[in-house]
């Protein structure tokens, strides 16, 4: 069975800091593409960030651009989000997504809910 577990969430003033990380299982996680997106309420789900299977590229939506970095640990079938320098705006629930770059497959995880306020 898929799993993909999404810790770290939580409420955080601006200009803080969170670490999301999610816990991958039941497939083989080095040779899937990883991402991060978010759903504010109201909106539409929101690509925030992407990783290749090995590392080696990264993408990143305009708006966290210097702010967020996403990064993963194939050893610990693990992929992080960093986020830096929160900011309202960034109050949303945010999904790790796990894609092969060969199938086309997706799995998602349950989401956890990040709120940036004062």
């Known amino acids: 069975q898929v799993h993909l577990v999404e810790s770290g969430g939580g409420l955080v003033q601006p200009g803080g800091s969170l670490r999301l990380a999610c816990a991958a299982s039941?497939?083989?996680?080095?040779?899937?593409?990883m991402s991060w997106y978010r759903q504010a309420p109201g909106k539409e789900r929101e690509l925030v960030a992407t990783?290749?299977?090995?590392?080696?590229?990264?993408n990143y939506v305009d708006s966290v651009k210097g702010r967020f970095t996403i990064y993963r640990d194939n050893a610990e079938d693990r992929v992080y989000l960093q986020m830096n320098s929160l900011k309202p705006e960034d109050t949303a629930v945010y999904y790790c997504?796990?894609?092969?770059?060969?199938?086309?497959?997706?799995?998602w995880g349950q989401g956890t809910q990040v709120t940036v306020s004062s």
């Open positions: 990783i290749t299977a090995t590392g080696g590229k990264r």
């Open positions: 997504n796990a894609r092969s770059p060969v199938r086309g497959g997706q799995y």
């Open positions: 039941g497939f083989t996680f080095g040779y899937y593409d």
